[in-house]
Nanobody, 121 residues
């Protein structure tokens, strides 16, 4: 199971940190990712991190502003979001995959419930 939390309302140029707690089969051996979904649109890739934490990929839209990290001892993965923009407003989802750093949502096996991030201008 995956449980995402940390969403909320923040002003533009502000920061927010999302976290995702993993339990059960979604252990530290899984690749973890964050996706987001804007209203009326498909879910889109945000970031992914290898099981060791040594490799990370980001969507171009968040590169340099967002940082994904994980703490395998605590079975958590986080997304630090800085310099937020109104277009970052979305429901954010964490996900776990057995594949190698996928950026496609259909390659993730487990999903948490979303957490809403709202960035006001």
């Amino acid at each position: 199971q995956l449980q995402a939390y940390g969403g909320g309302l923040v002003q533009a140029r502000g920061s927010l940190r999302l976290s995702c707690a993993a339990s059960g089969r979604t252990s530290s051996t899984y690749v973890m990712g964050w996706f987001r979904q804007h209203p009326g649109k498909d879910r889109e890739f945000v970031a992914t991190i290898s099981w060791s934490g040594g490799t990370r990929y980001y969507a171009d839209s968040v590169k340099g502003r967002f940082t994904i990290s994980r703490d395998n001892a605590k079975n958590t993965v986080s997304l630090q979001m800085n310099s937020l923009k109104p277009e970052d407003t979305a429901v954010y989802y964490c996900a776990a995959s057995t594949r190698s750093l996928p950026t496609r949502s259909d390659l993730y096996d487990y999903w948490g419930q979303g957490t809403l991030v709202t960035v006001s201008s």
